[in-house]
C-alpha cells in the first residue's frame, strides 16, 4: 500500500496538479499582494466599530493589507434596505484584527434605475489565496426599492434585465471597486441611470470639492463625495461615469447618480469607487483624484505654535477664498503629523491655507498656488497658542446646604472681538453657543482661543445657571468658581428623555457615550435610547462613566416607518448574545400599523408605544392616518397603489400605543375656543401634517383613550437640547440609580407625567398631586395650578383648558378665575409670584361643573431665557386631571359619540 501511494504522488506530481490552496483565514493581517475573501463563521472575522452591524452567518468579508469590508446576506438585514445583499461595514485594517475595529460606515445599497436587487445569489468569484483581485458578486433581479416606500414610482422599468454587482478588492489598494452590470435579456434600454443609496453614517462629516461643508444644492453636480473629519477614519465616492449628483443630501445620508445614465443593449457595466482614509479628507481625496484621472499637484508645509510643532492633530484646510467670502469653502484638508507636517493634493490652481483646532486661535490665511505635476512648498503656518479656563462647580440645595458633586455642562459663548465659529470650517455652533464642554463632577479644565467670553455652568433647568464674564489670554489660565442651587422641587418626580439619537441612528452624530454623559449633565434621570430602528444599549457607558447615581437608562428602539410614523418602544429587552436581531426596517417593511405595533410588542418583550411627532411631514402618524381632533374621528384616505404599501395602510387605525410625544406643537390659543372649532376640523381635513399635536391629545382624552403627553428632545448633534424638553414622571421616589423600566411603565400607562421646557407646571386636588385617569378627583376638591421655573427663566403666559376648549380667565396674585370676560392667555408676571422660583401657585376657581365630568389641563408658554444654554422657548404643561362631577366614580369622555380611535 505504502509504494501504491508513492507512486500515486510521483503520478501526480508529473500531471503537473496545483498545490493545494492555504486554509481561508479572515481574521489576521495580510501581506503585500493578498487578497482574502470568504464567509463570516466566526465573531473575530467581524470588523467591529462604532457603526458595524454585520453578523456571523450572514454576513462576506473580503479584506488585503490595507482595507476590509463586509457585505451582509439577505437572512436578516439590519439596515435601512430591508432585503439585504449590501455592503454595511468598512474600515481600514487595523494593527491588531481581533480588537474592535473603527468602522462608522452604516450603508450602501445598488440602486440602479431607482431599483433595488432582489438577491438571488451572493458567491466568491475568487477568495484571492491563488493571487488576483478579491472578488464577492451579488446577483438579482430589480424590484422596488425597500428604502423609501413612497419612492416606488421613480423607478425605471428595467424587469427584463439581471442586475450583477462585483465588490472588487486589489492587493494593496486603500479602494474598494463597485461594478454593476446589468445584464439584459429583451429589448434595448434606451437609458438605464446608475445610482445608489449611501448612509456614510453620522460620525463624519459630508463634503464636496465644490461646496465644502457648506448645504448641497439639489441634484448639484460635484467631482466626488466625502465624508471626512472622522476620528480615525473617513470615506470618499467617486465614479468613472464623470460627475456625482446628488439629489439631495442630509445628515450623511444620500442616493448619488453617477452620470445622466446610458443605453443598455445585451451589457453594460457601471464603475465607482469607495475609498477609505484616516480621517482626513487628503487621505481620500488624492486616492479619488487619482482614479478619476485628474492632472494634480501637492503642497507641502509646516504647522508651528510659537515656534516649536503643535503636539496635537491640527487641521490645515485649502480655501477657495478669504473666510467671510461668500463664495468661501473648504477645497480639501490635511491633518497634521506629529511634527506638525502635511501634504494637501489639489488640481492646480490658487488657493488659500488656514491651520485650525478647537482650542486655538487659527492662523493667518497664506496664499498657495499648485501647479500641476509638481510640489509647491507653503509658508509656515502658525496659529495662535490657547489659553486655559480652569472650572469648578459646587451644588446647594434650596435652602444652601451642600450637595454631592455631580454631573455638569460649561457653555462659552465668544462676546465681540474674539474668535467667532466659522460655518467654512465646519466649527462647532449649536444654539449660540461657541463651546460647550461636559464633566462628570462640574470640574472643567479647557483650552480656547484668546479672548472675553460668557460662561455658563449648568445642569439643566431644575437647577439654577452660572454665568460669569472671563477674559482669557494666550497661556494664562483663568480659574472660576460657580455654584448652583436645586431650585425646583422636584420631589417624587424624575426627570426623562424619552426620544434621542445617538451614532447608532443613520442620521445622528453623537458618539454614544458623549450622549450619555449629555444626558446626565441636564439633569435627566431616567433617558432611554431610541436610535432610528435600532436597539441601543447605553449601560456600559453609564458604567464606564461612574455615572449610576445620577442616571438610569433602558434600551428602546425608533421604529421608523417611513413616510407612516415614528414609533418609539421602551423599554426593549436586549439579547445581548444576539444584539441585532431587532435592528433594522424588518419590523415594519410591508405591513400596516397593526402588524407592525403587534410585532413591535413581540420583539420589545413589553414597551410602552410612544407615537412620534405626530404630525410631522413623511414621519406623522396623525398625519398620514388623519384624524380629525374636534370629534376624534379617523379621517378616510385613499389606499396608496404602490406595490411598496399594504393596500390597507391607511385603514387599518391602531390605537395600541400609550403615549403621545407633543413637545412644543402646542398651537394657538384661540385655534381651542368654541368660535374656532370647525377651522380646527377644516385644517385636519385639508392640511393635516399643520395640526397642533396639543389638540390630538386632547382628542385622545375626550375619546377616554388613556394616554400620556410626553416631551422629548429627538436630539441627533451634540448639545442638541437633551433634556429640552423633558417629561417629568411621578414615581414617588428620588433615587435615579433605583428607577428602573417598570416605573417608566406604570407612570406612562397611568398618565403621570407633567411635560417642560424650562418650567413645571402641575395641578394639585386638595394639596395633592393627581394625574391620570386612575387617580379620578372628586369635583368638591379644591384645584391648584402651581408653576415653577429657575431664576434665569422668565414664563410667559399660562392657559386653562378644559375638555379640550381653552377658557378665559382673570390671573391676579388672588387666584386664578375662569371667568368668560377674562382673556384666554394672561402674561405670568400677573399671577404674583411667591419668590424667585415658584411665579404661580393658584387655586383654580370657577371650573365649569355644569359641564358633566371634566379633565383639566394647565399649560404656560411664550416664556424666555434658556438660550445659549438649552432649548428653544419655554413651556410647560400639566398632565390631565380628571374630576368627577356627577358623583359616579367613573368618568364619561366628551367625544364619547364620535370617536373612533379607541379599540
Partial sequence: MRKLLLLLAAAAACTGRPEPLPPLVLDTVLGPGEVRCGPVTKESELIGGPQAFAQVGRSWRCHNAKIRFIVQDTSRPVGNSSVGGNLIDIDLVRPDELADGEDTFREHVSAVGANEVRVESIEVVNDGRAGGDGILRVTGTPGVITIIPQAAHLAQDISSTTIVTDYVLRPDVD?????????????????????DFIAFGGATTPHTPETGYGSIEMFEHVSLLSAARGDKVSYAVASDEGDVIVPLMEHGITAPFYGTGAPVGSERSFVRWLIVGDGSLESTTRRALSLKGVTTGTI???????????GRRIVVSALSAPLGEPDAHVVSEAYTSDTGGYTLTLPGGDYLLVAHAPGLARSPEVPAHVHPGAETNAAELAPGGAGHLDVTTSFV?????????????LTLVAQAGTQQPSDVLGDFD?????????????????????????????????????????????????????????????????????HQHCIGSIDAQ????????????????????????????????VDSLGLK??????????????????FNAFPWNIDHADPHKDTGSRLWWLKNIRQTFADIRAAAGDPVIQINHPRSQMAGYFGSLPIDPTTAARIARDAPGLETLPADVYSAWSGDFEAIEVNGSLGDVTLYTAERRAELSQLANESAFDVPVLADWFAMLGAGKKVSATGSSDSHRQDNGVGYPRSFLTVDQDDPSALTGDDLRAALRAQRTAIGEGCLLELFADGARRQGLDQLTAATAQVTAKLQAPPHVTPGRFEVYVNGLARPLVLDADGAHLDPAGTLSPVVTDAGATDAVVRLDHVLEGLPTDEGDLAVVVVSNGGSGLAPTGGGSVFCFSGALYLDVDGDGAWTPWLAATQQVVE
Fill in 175 to 195: 479602494y474598494l471597486e463597485i461594478v454593476t452590470t446589468v445584464k439584459n435579456a429583451g429589448p434595448p434600454l434606451p437609458s438605464v441611470q446608475p445610482a
Fill in 300 to 310: 507641502t508645509g509646516t504647522v508651528r505654535i510659537d515656534g516649536q510643532p503643535p
Fill in 397 to 409: 440645595d434650596r435652602a444652601g446646604a451642600p450637595l454631592a458633586a455631580r454631573p455638569a455642562k
Fill in 430 to 498: 449649536e444654539g449660540g453657543a461657541t463651546f460647550y464642554f461636559l464633566s462628570t463632577d462640574g470640574r472643567f479644565t479647557v483650552d480656547v482661543p484668546p479672548g472675553n467670553y460668557t460662561a455658563y455652568v449648568t445642569r439643566g433647568f431644575e437647577f439654577s445657571r452660572s454665568q460669569t464674564d472671563v477674559a482669557v489670554n494666550a497661556g494664562e489660565t483663568v480659574t472660576l468658581a460657580a455654584t448652583l442651587e436645586h431650585a425646583l422641587d422636584t420631589t417624587g418626580l424624575v426627570g426623562t428623555e424619552l
Fill in 510 to 541: 453623537v458618539p454614544y457615550p458623549v450622549k450619555v454623559l449629555e444626558n446626565a449633565a441636564e439633569g435627566v434621570e431616567l433617558a432611554a435610547s431610541t436610535d432610528h430602528d435600532t436597539v441601543t444599549d447605553f449601560q456600559p457607558y
Fill in 549 to 566: 447615581p445620577w442616571l438610569s437608562v433602558v434600551a428602546g428602539s425608533e421604529v421608523t416607518y417611513t413616510g407612516i410614523g415614528h
